[in-house]
């Protein structure tokens, strides 16, 4: 989105109980794609996850919190994000991700195991009833998997389909999007590797491909994705890390991101402090670890690619700070293009 100066902005989400500044709104520099901080606003307690709104009118943030909440925001003036209305309960703890789709704000909540559905009034403001969806089942790892933590809501592109994914619980979950009444049916279930962890997922150009990135045992796998019946079924999968590294047992994948041509993907490495460069086949579930580079900081949490594919942006959450990176479009090889002070950093959302 442009601001009041022309450009675009980057919007940056902050764990405000770890000393971050809630939201922070950047202009993005055309030309390098520098970040500028222009603005703070602390009025959404630990806003680790944004996403823009359709038509760019809005910014909604959930708020990480035991009562977890959503909220809207005005970008009227898109440096200055304002609230549209309170925070509205999503009646879930700890949300960690959202996403619009189906005239719905859908929640990941990850303490509670539940996805929550808020409906979108036709001004971009929160309904105040949401429906909430839990979800069941553990994984073997203890301390991590003692029950259903979902942590991320993505839609496909033919947005028929929402799914939701479960590092709790092993699995993705699949909900049909009903448009008509703006609300999730639940389909399906697919299961993933026992103790694996699922945390993300990122769905191919093409559609019929979904690759979901394992923050227990550092990897990504590729599924095959039918629209049509709305199946995801795992394929392929590989690491994260190079061999013989030694970060297994203390590295924990956090974002997956995947460039528009569909050859490249990458994966953020917390713990070894990387990115995974990771090369696609054109047709096929095969993956390769081309490399692995710094992330610039310390625990990336998130990763952004701008509109033009040009470059990547790592939010470095213990580090404090947002790096990007100019992307190689013969290699994939992200190289360091300079960083801009962020403490508690949690995401990067890009107009």
């Given amino acids: 989105m442009d601001g009041a100066g022309g450009g675009r902005r980057a919007y940056i989400g902050s764990y405000t109980s770890a000393g971050g500044r809630g939201i922070t709104t950047a202009a993005v520099d055309p030309d390098t794609g520098a970040l500028t901080v222009l603005h703070h606003t602390d009025a959404v307690p630990d806003p680790s996850y944004l ?86 089942g553990r994984g073997p790892v203890r301390g991590r998997q003692e029950g259903p933590h979902a942590h ?43 103790g694996s962890g699922p945390r993300h997922l990122a769905f191919h150009p093409r559609g019929d491909r979904a690759y979901v990135v394992n923050e227990l045992v550092s990897t990504v796998v590729c599924c095959r994705w039918d629209r049509a019946s709305g199946v995801l079924e795992p394929a392929g999968e590989v690491g994260t890390l190079p061999a013989g590294s030694g970060a297994e047992g203390e590295n924990h994948p956090s974002e997956l991101v995947i460039s528009a041509d569909g050859r490249w993907a990458w994966a953020a490495n917390r713990g ?22 710094p992330c610039g900081g310390h625990w990336p949490r998130d990763l952004a690619l701008d509109p033009a594919g040009r470059r990547l942006y790592a939010a470095n959450e213990r580090s404090g700070d947002v790096t990007w990176f100019d992307l190689d479009p013969d290699t994939g090889v992200p190289h360091r293009a300079g960083s801009i002070q962020a403490p508690a950093a949690t995401c990067v959302a890009l107009g």
């Fill in 51 to 136: 996403v823009p709104g359709p038509g760019g009118g809005m910014l909604y943030a959930v708020s990480e919190t035991e009562d977890g909440r959503a909220a809207a925001l005005s970008l009227a003036d898109p440096d200055r994000p304002s609230p549209a209305g309170a925070p509205v309960p999503v009646e879930g703890a700890g949300p960690a991700h959202l996403t619009c789709a189906a005239g719905q704000l859908i929640t990941a909540n990850y303490t509670s195991g539940s996805v929550s559905s808020l409906p979108l009034r036709p001004d971009g403001t929160l309904g105040a009833q949401p429906a909430v969806l839990p979800h069941s």
């Fill in 272 to 293: 070894h402090d990387s990115i995974a460069v990771l090369a696609l086949e054109p047709y096929g579930e095969g993956m390769e670890l081309v490399t692995t580079v």
């Fill in 152 to 194: 991320a809501v993505v839609a496909d592109a033919s947005w028929r389909w929402l799914l939701a994914v479960d590092l709790g619980a092993d699995s993705v979950w699949v909900y049909r999007l009903d448009h008509a009444a703006a609300a999730l049916r639940p389909h399906g279930l697919t299961p993933m590797r026992p």
